[in-house]
């Protein structure tokens, strides 16, 4: 029998709006070399990983009438060249122009009768620069397994790693009558299937958020905090079908300077800095910002003890923890902002407030658009009545990653947007760097770069402020 999906990930698949499309992504940026990565390098690599992330060959199937979740089959027309793609900039191509190619590109939603990701090549980059851009469903990330295959094109040294050399035989269709055979026998043995089953694809909200919350550690048990409305801010609009992105870069060293001096996390360096350039931010918008200002945060973080980062792509296995935390953006100080989060932070920790989610990683490499996806699929069980935005951090090696011998020089995540919210901020630290994926409703956050570039003004403030 063909792998049902579970709840959940049907769940994304039941709830995909045309202005809610359920794809993570992310924007790897990578040197251009004579005898390095191009287009058709680019497919024969996929063609050697892909054996290793057997989902990214397989599509979803529905089961007639509902009577069962959807499953997963081999895609017996599959074509690699349909999901990896070339597209170029107008040399010498501006991040400005490839932040608008890539909104542009998160704004389509997938095509839901191949398998779901999507893989661009991106050239014509200034500084001899080309980018790797990609899309992966919701769905596709079942929490426990989930790599994604950009984490399986990626290696620790310029020389590679053997590709497989498998041929690959997919598995016949099943029938429909096969599917509602099984979608039966599954009801007699288990008979409140089919009413669940039912509840889910006709949207039931409340099924599906008690689904997410129970699968990603009961989430709503911070209800003391959930149980305060998330303060009204300009985030939180109707939104549309279309995209604005922007990014920030940074460096880590500056992050652990603040947080040697301050007796802080690093992650507690990242949402003050998020504080500081939203409080600038809601300023140059004229935003009415008063002392007791704040803005909550749904923050989805990476856990790993007493290290900040890893020391080799073997050690990356993750645990998520989620929080709200309720960002100060009234509060002039950068110091002051600084120590309400941390105690915000401690507080949660402390007092079992923070959301083991241990069941949904179990994950070893590099996968940063896979730990955003573990957050964004948090963040979607949740209304926005409680929290404003989300904010994603995934830390990643501090040392450089290659893909066919190119070296990696940055990667930009790019965190979904749930339904009423015009904006979701995913960070990743890679090789000494803190890069920042701003991604923004297009008519709601028009101003989108304005918020990325005032990270620097905030982060500086904090470096000035500990002088």
């Known amino acids: ?62 089961v007639p009438g509902n009577l069962a979740r959807p499953v997963w089959v081999d895609d017996t027309d599959f074509d690699t060249a349909y999901h990896v793609r070339r597209s170029a900039l107008p040399r010498p191509g501006t991040d400005e122009q490839l932040c ?60 590679g790693r053997p590709g497989s050399d498998e041929v690959w035989m997919p598995r016949p269709e099943p029938s429909d009558a096969r599917l509602v055979v099984e979608a039966i026998g599954e009801t007699i043995s288990r008979p409140g299937e089919i009413a669940d089953n039912v509840r889910v694809a006709a949207g039931d ?126 509060e002039p ?18 007092s079992g407030q923070n959301v083991g989610a241990d069941t949904l990683v179990r994950i070893g490499g590099f996968a940063p658009p896979t730990l955003h996806a573990l957050g964004a699929r948090a963040a979607s069980g949740m209304s926005r009545r409680i929290f404003n935005l989300v904010v994603t951090n995934v830390p990643g090696p501090q040392f450089p990653l290659y893909a066919a011998g190119a070296r990696m020089l940055e990667m930009f995540p790019v965190v979904p947007l749930a339904k009423g919210q015009a904006l979701a901020i995913g960070l990743t630290s890679y090789d000494g760097g803190v890069y920042y994926g701003f991604n923004g409703d297009r008519d709601g956050m028009p101003d989108v770069d304005v918020l990325a570039g005032l990270v620097d003004e905030a982060l500086d403030e904090l470096l000035a402020a500990g002088r």
């Not at 058709?40 to 057997?54: A, G, M, N, T, W």
């Not at 190619?101 to 500084?127: I, K, N, Q």
């Not at 003050?272 to 935003?287: I, K, T």
């Not at 100080?333 to 402390?350: D, F, I, Y």
Request: hydrophobic share 40%; with cysteine.
């Open 1 to 62: 029998m063909p792998p049902r999906l579970s709840a959940l990930d049907a769940s994304f698949l039941y709830l995909e709006q045309a202005t809610t499309p359920m794809h993570v992504g992310g924007v790897a940026v990578v040197e251009r070399r004579p005898e390095g990565l191009d287009y058709e390098r680019l497919v024969e690599l996929v063609d050697q990983r892909i054996s290793l992330v057997p989902r990214y060959r397989q599509k979803v199937r529905y």
């Open 100 to 159: 608008e190619l890539v909104a542009r590109l998160m704004s389509r939603p997938l095509d839901h009768t191949r398998p779901l990701w999507e893989m661009y090549l991106v050239e014509g980059l200034s500084g001899d620069r080309i980018a790797v851009v990609t899309k992966t469903h919701q769905a596709m990330i079942d929490g426990i397994s989930a790599i994604d295959l950009s984490q399986v094109i990626l290696d620790v040294s310029p020389e």
């Open 205 to 330: 909200a409340m099924a599906i958020a008690t689904k997410m919350a129970g699968v990603a550690g009961k989430l709503f048990t911070m209800a003391r905090t959930a149980s305060r409305p998330a303060p009204g801010t300009p985030l939180n609009v109707d939104i549309s079908t279309q995209r604005r992105f922007a990014i920030a870069r940074s460096d880590l060293e500056d992050y652990r300077r603040i947080r040697a001096a301050h007796g802080c996390s690093v992650n507690d360096v990242v949402l003050s800095v998020v504080s500081g350039a939203l409080r600038n931010w809601l300023l140059s918008r004229g935003e009415p910002v008063t002392s007791g200002a704040s803005v909550r945060a749904m923050v989805p973080m990476s856990v790993r003890g007493e290290a900040d980062v890893p020391s080799s792509v073997g050690s990356l296995g993750n645990r998520v923890s989620s929080f709200l935390v309720d960002l100060p953006v009234g």
């Open 333 to 350: 100080s950068p110091l002051v902002r600084l120590h309400h989060v941390t105690h915000a932070m401690r507080e949660h920790t402390s």
